[in-house]
């Protein structure tokens, strides 16, 4: 039940309990004249929203782009915002704006009764039932890749995994052959990134007509995945029958008031290729990249699939028995979630905690600070798989560990997203050593999704003697 402040009949309250909260200001970083803290933000994302929580608290509000942003760390607050109050909160117009620019009026960015039409014909099509039916997919797949290795050259696993994720997309998704499409896919959406981030750190969007490089390069992307994704709905409808993946869902899906529009279905196609290969390609990328770091866990991670799988595929039985992949999936979205940020807004003043939130105030959520807050995770700079059991997550604040957000919101993609992680994540230990060239060392670049940059994940392959995809008859 919302009850609301007598004080304030537009302010809404959390909770009977909370409304004996007095009234808390909310710290604010002043920052420079006119831009606050937009340079000091820009110049380091990272470092900057660890550092104003440490300075001020679990809430924070300061000055970015000419707007007001606040800064939220506290578990609980977070999970009134994803999950308990969950309709006063929608994407803020900001993040609206940038995304769609792009994505247009999908799932992922429209709100409201719109948003939950979508949702319920979209939902349907990520059944456990029918992401399963992919696992096979998925590990041949990355066998394939892997088969196209040479023992000892040197490979940007980036760029491989961010490849493989993209012909596994276009396979399970839309059950097409993306493999001539892959690198048209990733370097439209390596741009996209890039102009994104660009937008945010804008406080008024450029004119589409400005003939600027950036607008060239935005119009360039767009097109080219408009391109791949015209020529994937055109063959399904030709087609006229459910081929078992999404995108025939999407088309052949109906509630009363009829299916997706065209634009609907072009949205959220766009929405399924940015979503469904990007951010888990960057969370396979830092599984790896710590699976290298840490040569202890890859070990037992090999004890455990070979003990269960021994040198046959894995298969998604196998994963049942398999708890320590899920937990070092687990502690590697924790590390470094390639969903490092994501931002909500009010749709009314909201006081929750004693903090009110204003209507449309921006409100910034890091899931990178959370699995780095050591009252929610101990030593938490310490990559430990093991702390993951049952006691551990019982005991882990609710709004604590938010890898693919939560509550109505919370990512439609994520089995298909876990599994997929698992699966690769197996399959790799299997066959491959994680190793690093010697003395690379990763950025942290924190876009739209956290990934390595420009210079990528450098490592060398390096087979284990006994892998079984070496075997002549693999």
């Given at each position: 039940?919302h009850?609301?402040?007598?004080?304030?009949?537009?302010?809404?309250?959390?909770?009977?309990?909370?409304?004996?909260?007095?009234?808390?200001?909310?710290?604010?970083?002043?920052?420079?004249?006119?831009?606050?803290?937009?340079?000091?933000?820009?110049?380091d994302?990272?470092?900057?929203?660890q550092?104003?929580?440490?300075?001020?608290g679990?809430?924070?509000?300061?000055?970015?782009?000419?707007?007001?942003w606040?800064?939220?760390?506290?578990p609980?607050?977070?999970?009134?915002?994803?999950v308990?109050q969950?309709?006063?909160?929608?994407?803020?117009?900001?993040?609206?704006?940038?995304?769609?620019?792009?994505?247009?009026n999908?799932?992922l960015?429209a709100?409201?009764?719109?948003?939950?039409r979508?949702?319920d014909?979209?939902?349907?099509g990520f059944h456990?039932?029918?992401?399963?039916?992919?696992?096979?997919?998925?590990?041949?797949?990355?066998?394939?890749?892997?088969?196209?290795?040479?023992?000892g050259?040197?490979r940007?696993?980036?760029?491989?995994?961010?490849?493989?994720a993209?012909r596994?997309?276009?396979?399970?998704?839309?059950?097409a052959?993306?493999?001539?499409?892959?690198d048209?896919?990733?370097?439209a959406?390596?741009?996209i990134?890039?102009?994104?981030?660009?937008?945010?750190?804008?406080p008024?969007?450029?004119p589409?007509?400005?003939p600027?490089?950036?607008?060239r390069?935005?119009?360039?992307?767009?097109?080219?995945?408009?391109?791949?994704?015209?020529?994937?709905i055109?063959?399904?409808?030709?087609?006229?029958t459910?081929?078992?993946?999404?995108?025939?869902?999407?088309i052949f899906?109906?509630?009363q008031?009829?299916?997706?529009s065209?634009?609907?279905?072009?949205?959220?196609?766009?929405?399924?290729?940015?979503?469904?290969?990007e951010?888990t390609?960057?969370?396979?990328?830092w599984?790896?990249?710590?699976?290298?770091?840490?040569?202890?866990?890859?070990?037992?991670?090999?004890?455990?699939?070979?003990?269960?799988?021994?040198?046959?595929?894995?298969?998604?039985?196998?994963?049942e028995?398999?708890?320590?992949?899920?937990?070092?999936?687990?502690?590697?979205?924790?590390?470094l979630?390639?969903?490092?940020?994501?931002?909500?807004?009010?749709?009314?003043?909201?006081?929750?905690?004693?903090?009110t939130?204003?209507?449309?105030?921006?409100?910034?959520?890091?899931p990178?600070?959370?699995?780095?807050?050591?009252?929610?995770?101990?030593?938490?700079?310490?990559?430990?798989?093991?702390?993951?059991t049952?006691?551990?997550e019982?005991?882990?604040?609710?709004?604590?560990?938010?890898?693919?957000?939560?509550?109505?919101?919370?990512?439609?993609?994520?089995g298909?997203?876990q599994?997929?992680?698992?699966?690769?994540?197996?399959?790799?230990?299997?066959?491959?050593?994680p190793?690093?060239?010697?003395?690379?060392?990763?950025?942290?670049?924190?876009?739209?999704?956290?990934?390595?940059g420009?210079?990528?994940l450098?490592?060398?392959v390096?087979?284990?003697?006994?892998?079984?995809?070496?075997?002549?008859d693999?």
């Amino acid at each position: 039940m919302h009850l609301q402040s007598a004080e304030s009949p537009r302010t809404h309250v959390a909770s009977t309990s909370e409304a004996t909260h007095s009234k808390r200001p909310i710290p604010v970083r002043k920052g420079r004249p006119v831009i606050g803290s937009t340079i000091e933000f820009q110049k380091d994302q990272l470092g900057f929203v660890q550092d104003i929580h440490r300075e001020y608290g679990d809430v924070v509000k300061t000055n970015i782009s000419m707007m007001d942003w606040y800064f939220v760390r506290d578990p609980e607050i977070i999970h009134e915002i994803n999950v308990r109050q969950a309709k006063l909160f929608v994407k803020p117009a900001l993040a609206k704006r940038i995304w769609k620019l792009f994505l247009g009026n999908g799932i992922l960015t429209a709100d409201g009764e719109d948003w939950k039409r979508q949702h319920d014909l979209i939902k349907p099509g990520f059944h456990r039932h029918r992401v399963e039916a992919y696992g096979p997919i998925m590990v041949d797949y990355a066998q394939q890749m892997i088969r196209g290795f040479a023992d000892g050259e040197k490979r940007d696993m980036r760029h491989e995994i961010n490849g493989l994720a993209i012909r596994i997309l276009g396979r399970t998704l839309f059950a097409a052959d993306m493999d001539g499409a892959a690198d048209t896919v990733y370097n439209a959406m390596h741009d996209i990134s890039e102009i994104l981030v660009e937008h945010i750190n804008l406080p008024l969007p450029t004119p589409r007509w400005w003939p600027s490089a950036s607008n060239r390069r935005k119009i360039d992307a767009i097109e080219a995945i408009e391109g791949v994704l015209k020529r994937l709905i055109a063959d399904r409808r030709c087609e006229g029958t459910d081929a078992g993946d999404l995108l025939s869902h999407l088309i052949f899906a109906r509630d009363q008031e009829g299916g997706l529009s065209e634009q609907q279905l072009r949205d959220n196609g766009m929405t399924l290729i940015f979503a469904g290969h990007e951010t888990t390609a960057h969370a396979m990328t830092w599984a790896w990249y710590l699976l290298a770091k840490h040569p202890e866990v890859a070990d037992k991670l090999l004890a455990e699939v070979k003990a269960v799988a021994g040198d046959e595929p894995v298969n998604v039985e196998h994963l049942e028995n398999m708890p320590y992949v899920t937990q070092v999936m687990k502690e590697s979205l924790r590390f470094l979630p390639s969903v490092w940020a994501f931002m909500r807004a009010p749709t009314e003043d909201v006081t929750i905690k004693g903090y009110t939130f204003p209507k449309g105030a921006a409100i910034f959520i890091s899931p990178y600070v959370l699995g780095r807050d050591p009252r929610n995770h101990p030593n938490p700079e310490q990559f430990d798989p093991e702390r993951w059991t049952r006691e551990y997550e019982r005991n882990l604040p609710k709004g604590a560990f938010v890898p693919f957000a939560a509550g109505p919101r919370v990512c439609a993609g994520q089995g298909f997203a876990q599994m997929e992680m698992k699966l690769l994540l197996a399959t790799f230990i299997q066959n491959l050593v994680p190793t690093l060239q010697d003395g690379f060392v990763p950025e942290f670049v924190p876009e739209l999704s956290m990934h390595p940059g420009k210079n990528g994940l450098q490592c060398k392959v390096v087979f284990r003697e006994d892998a079984p995809l070496l075997r002549k008859d693999a």
